[in-house]
């Protein structure tokens, strides 16, 4: 595989030249076992990595005529880059949840519910039995992530531990948050632990309004709090304003619970040491009555077309928060 520097001027002009010579997509895509109940798949890829012109041809040419469009109109090569390998990765990540692989990624159709959220569009294919899957995508310049569902839905968020903000975390939060959450960055004395508290926070909301399928306009971060359910470790009581693996992490709607709903599993991971993501999906009713159980977790670090690698056991993926169990692909 070459390692040519990619260059988006010389994309624009000879992608549609060189792309229809390229292999079929699908015959290289594994297929993937289907996500069990109360199990997520989470899939991402790092845009450093990605560095050979012929795979990034490749993975434009998958796209829909719409969707170069809305790369190429992209302002700058990296911002280029990343809007591509994100749907990229939807696609081909989608695309592997049949049997025998059946699906080419280029096929795939989506539409977007009333609020943008966009969904798989079966409606086009042969194939009538494919399974009701649920995507979210989500991505920082550095890191690009896909979680996966069947039958519930699901929304994901990855930002960078180090994102910092111009304005003061209190105030900030003031605006943003419910008044539980800015009262529990409050009673974090160290500026670096409230800014860090405070990305965690964001990453879980970003995640519970995108598994609504509504986003932030139609459901603001001030109507809902995220809480820890209090709890004791070794018979030590951990504070409640610090989001840790021992920590249950729920959700408690406020205004019109018609918009809203509380039945929801949280998941927050520290990815490679710098990236938090949070995970959000919707909680199975007929469970309703046995408690918190916790949701099964696979996560897959992919390059498209090229390679995948299931992380497990491993520092680079750790469940920092939330009741989940990782899982060996």
């Known amino acids: 595989m070459s390692s040519t520097r990619y260059k988006i001027p010389w994309l624009m002009m000879n992608i549609y030249c060189f792309g229809r010579n390229l292999a079929t997509a699908s015959c290289c895509l594994p297929?993937?076992?289907?996500?069990?109940?109360?199990e997520a798949h989470f899939w991402y890829v790092l845009p450093h990595e990605v560095k050979c012109t012929n795979l990034l041809n490749r993975c434009f040419e998958i796209l829909s005529p719409c969707e170069k469009e809305n790369v190429l109109?992209?302002?700058?090569?990296?911002?280029?880059?990343?809007?591509?390998?994100?749907?990229?990765?939807?696609?081909?990540?989608?695309?592997?949840?049949?049997?025998?692989?059946?699906?080419?990624?280029?096929s795939l159709k989506f539409r977007k519910n009333d609020y943008g959220k966009p969904e798989v569009d079966w409606q086009y294919?042969?194939?009538?039995?494919?399974?009701?899957?649920?995507?979210?995508?989500?991505?920082?310049?550095?890191?690009?992530?896909?979680?996966?569902?069947?039958?519930?839905?699901?929304?994901?968020?990855?930002?960078?531990?180090?994102?910092?903000?111009?304005?003061?975390?209190?105030?900030?939060?003031?605006?943003?948050?419910?008044?539980?959450?800015?009262?529990?960055?409050?009673?974090?004395?160290?500026?670096?632990?409230?800014?860090?508290?405070?990305?965690?926070?964001?990453?879980?909301?970003?995640?519970?309004?995108?598994?609504?399928?509504?986003?932030?306009?139609?459901?603001?971060?001030n109507t809902f709090t995220i809480r820890l359910r209090d709890h004791v470790k070794g018979g030590?009581?951990?504070?409640?304003?610090?989001?840790?693996?021992?920590?249950?992490?729920?959700?408690?709607?406020?205004?019109?619970?018609?918009?809203?709903s509380s039945n929801w599993h949280f998941v927050l991971l520290e990815l490679i040491g710098s990236h938090y993501a949070a995970v959000c999906i919707e909680k199975d009713n007929t469970n309703a009555d046995k408690g918190s159980i916790p949701v099964n977790l696979t996560i897959r670090k992919t390059i498209p077309f090229v390679e995948d690698e299931c992380i497990f056991g491993t520092d680079s993926a750790e469940v920092i928060g939330g009741l989940s169990k990782l899982l060996v692909c």
């Open 236 to 260: 030590i009581h951990v504070p409640p304003h610090v989001i840790s693996k021992e920590a249950e992490i729920t959700v408690e709607p406020s205004g019109d619970l018609k918009n809203l």
């Open 125 to 221: 294919a042969d194939d009538r039995s494919l399974p009701p899957l649920h995507f979210n995508i989500s991505h920082t310049s550095s890191l690009i992530a896909c979680g996966v569902t069947v039958g519930s839905p699901i929304g994901i968020d990855v930002e960078e531990k180090q994102r910092r903000l111009k304005n003061d975390i209190l105030a900030f939060a003031r605006r943003y948050f419910s008044p539980h959450e800015v009262e529990m960055l409050a009673h974090i004395v160290d500026p670096e632990l409230r800014r860090q508290e405070f990305i965690k926070l964001w990453t879980l909301k970003e995640a519970y309004v995108k598994a609504l399928g509504r986003g932030f306009s139609a459901s603001p971060f």
């Open 31 to 38: 297929p993937v076992q289907l996500p069990a109940q109360k």
């Open 73 to 106: 109109r992209m302002g700058g090569e990296e911002l280029k880059k990343s809007a591509l390998l994100a749907r990229a990765l939807v696609r081909t990540t989608l695309a592997r949840y049949q049997t025998n692989c059946q699906i080419d990624p280029k």
